[in-house]
């Protein structure tokens, strides 16, 4: 059988239609410089044991520098954060210019304003292709901005419309569910 042949353009085109966050990936170099790309490829992977997944490019200049570390923070992009997006997401010099920050107990830079962060040491890395394939698992993590996210779709960034929003019908159930707690209010 032969290899079908997808075509980048295609390829782009279709995966564009499914919406993600945004998150910005930091980490901290061995010469104390932080270091931090705009990823959307973020997910939550497991719940026991906690951990999450990224996937950097093979050319990332950022993911060598976590590797050597050995740990990350997802930053979670509020809705009024394209800006910083815009800069992790480029091969600017100096991507902290200007950027408030603190460190998270692993050394990696905490965003501020950013809705949400995971603390993580990096469990496995495995080969995705043109990317990586990076498993975390969760050391520390707070959400301390409930606001609304940045979104990427269609190769734009977006928002949500909360009012637009709807509950999940009764009776579906969420026990499988990795983002939002069952019976619960998280935050
Ligand atoms: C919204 C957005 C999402 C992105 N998602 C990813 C991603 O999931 N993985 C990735 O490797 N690069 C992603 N990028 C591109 C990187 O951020 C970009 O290549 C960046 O220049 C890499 O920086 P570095 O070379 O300093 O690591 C994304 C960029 C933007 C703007």
Not at 23 to 47: E, I
């Amino acid at each position: 059988m032969t290899t079908p042949v997808i075509e980048a353009h295609d390829f782009r085109t279709a995966l564009g239609h499914f919406c993600t966050g945004v998150t910005v990936v930091t980490g901290m170099g061995g010469d104390d410089v932080p270091v931090g790309f705009a990823c959307q490829s973020f997910s939550a992977l497991s719940l026991d044991p906690p951990l999450v997944l990224f996937c950097p490019g093979n050319t990332s200049r950022a993911w060598p520098v976590i590797q050597q570390a050995g740990s990350f923070v997802v930053n979670l992009l509020a809705e009024d954060q394209r800006d910083l997006s815009t800069t992790f997401g480029s091969r600017t010099a100096d991507k902290f210019a200007g950027v408030s920050w603190r460190a998270a107990e692993s050394g990696a830079p905490i965003l501020e304003g950013a809705l949400g962060w995971i603390d993580c040491t990096i469990e496995a890395v495995h080969d995705g292709g043109d990317h990586r394939i990076v498993v975390g698992r969760v050391t520390t993590l707070g959400a301390p901005r409930p606001d609304r996210p940045l979104l990427f779709y269609r190769g734009r960034y977006t928002g949500t419309f909360p009012e637009r929003g709807e509950a999940i019908p009764a009776g579906l159930s969420l026990d499988a569910f990795l983002t939002w707690p069952v019976g619960d209010d998280w935050l």
